[in-house]
Every structure is written in C-alpha cells, then in structure tokens.
C-alpha cells in the first residue's frame, strides 16, 4: 500500500526443495586392508549428486564409495557430507573401529637330515578375536602343508628352507612370519683297518 492509498499484489512461487538423508554403511576392519565405504543417503525428489568424506585421520574423498587403508589401529569417527542437484546437504557421522592384526610368531631350530622338525607356535591375539585359523608352509612353495596350532615335519635330505606360518582370528584379520632353517647333512661314519697278527696291537684310523 503505497501513501496515497493505493494497493497492489504480487505473488511468486517458491520451490522447497527436500533435503537429504546422509547414511554410512560401514564394518569394522583390520589394519593395512583396504576397507570399503558405502553412501546409502537417501532423498525421494531429488538426487544426491556430491559426497564429501572425512575418514577421521586427514584423509577425504569425493567419490560415492571410496576405499581407504588405515595405518594405524584405533577408533575413527567418519563423516559424509551428501549434496543435491538442488544444493541441499545433509551430513553424519558413523564409528569406524579398525583392529588390530594378530601377532604370528613360533620357535623352531636348526636339524640334522632325517630328524624331524618341530614347530612350536607362539602366536598371540592383540584385537580381542581369537585365533582360529593356522598354515605352515614348510617349504616355501606358497602352499599350506599343515593346518594344525603346532606342526612338525620330517627332511629326508639336508637343505636350507623358509618356514612359514600365517594365523587368522576370528573376525578375518590375519598376520604372517618367516623363519629361516638349517637341515644339516648327516655325518658318514668310516675308518679304516689294516691287517695285523694275532697279540700285535691294532691301528684305527678316522
């Protein structure tokens, strides 16, 4: 209404646009894997068109489903901040435990050729999982040769060989080690004897 009385209307549309939905779909991994984030955001009338991620350890990406591998292990709080066509965002944040991997560790030594090796592990859980899965690769070829928590094996020849054991826990972390062994060849027992008489002393050589 203007001061001298008069008065006029005006009317404009106005879109209100819906706001997103933010979600993570995540689980808990062990460290050093590359561990794989999920954008289930949602929004009916619209779409999500941007995703920005902060992983809690300086780390970001802008892809939908990123990857990432964590050095260390700890508790990291992760945020996902997802935007519209429509430039309306909506953001949260999700837990990500990373664990630790299990320590792999066993006694074993150095023996002669033809005596059996023994394979004492020592191996221990750090993340709360327990062990439950155990191979011995006991000669480097790549292969699992026993299952067992403990394994022995016998060299019929001397050799040099790297014994492995790769322990699992539980919730799938995992953690190997390497020893290197000796089979030493045998001894050859021999000696030499001449002839001699009756009462005379005899002579043994090694």
């Given at each position: 209404?203007?001061?001298?009385?008069?008065?006029?209307?005006?009317?404009?549309?106005?879109?209100?646009?819906?706001?997103?939905?933010?979600?993570?779909?995540?689980?808990?991994?062990?460290?050093f894997?590359?561990?794989?984030?999920?954008?289930?955001?949602?929004?009916?009338?619209d779409?999500i068109?941007?995703?920005?991620?902060?992983?809690?350890?300086?780390?970001?990406?802008?892809?939908?489903?990123?990857?990432?591998?964590?050095?260390?292990?700890?508790?990291?709080?992760v945020?996902?901040?997802v935007?519209?066509s429509?430039?309306?965002?909506?953001?949260?944040?999700a837990?990500?435990?990373?664990?630790?991997?299990p320590?792999?560790?066993?006694?074993?030594?150095?023996?002669?050729?033809?005596?059996?090796l023994?394979?004492?592990?020592?191996?221990?859980?750090?993340?709360?999982?327990?062990?439950?899965?155990?191979?011995?690769?006991?000669?480097?070829?790549?292969?699992?040769?026993?299952?067992?928590?403990?394994?022995?094996?016998?060299?019929?020849?001397?050799?040099?060989?790297?014994v492995?054991?790769?322990v699992?826990?539980?919730?799938?972390?995992?953690?190997s080690?390497?020893?290197?062994?000796?089979i030493?060849?045998?001894?050859?027992?021999?000696?030499?004897?001449?002839n001699?008489?009756?009462?005379q002393?005899?002579s043994?050589?090694?």
């Amino acid at each position: 209404i203007s001061d001298s009385g008069c008065a006029v209307q005006d009317t404009q549309s106005v879109a209100i646009f819906e706001m997103p939905v933010a979600e993570i779909d995540l689980n808990k991994s062990c460290l050093f894997d590359l561990a794989q984030f999920n954008d289930s955001s949602t929004v009916a009338t619209d779409s999500i068109t941007a995703w920005l991620w902060e992983m809690g350890d300086g780390s970001t990406y802008t892809s939908r489903h990123p990857s990432h591998t964590f050095n260390t292990s700890d508790t990291f709080l992760v945020n996902l901040k997802v935007t519209t066509s429509n430039g309306c965002s909506d953001s949260t944040v999700a837990v990500d435990t990373v664990l630790s991997l299990p320590n792999a560790q066993f006694f074993t030594a150095n023996i002669c050729q033809k005596d059996t090796l023994q394979l004492l592990n020592q191996s221990a859980s750090i993340n709360g999982f327990g062990l439950t899965q155990f191979a011995w690769d006991i000669d480097n070829d790549g292969v699992s040769d026993y299952s067992s928590l403990n394994a022995s094996h016998h060299y019929s020849i001397h050799d040099s060989v790297f014994v492995e054991l790769r322990v699992e826990d539980a919730f799938g972390c995992a953690d190997s080690t390497q020893k290197h062994v000796f089979i030493h060849p045998e001894p050859i027992a021999a000696f030499a004897l001449d002839n001699t008489c009756q009462f005379q002393d005899a002579s043994f050589a090694n």
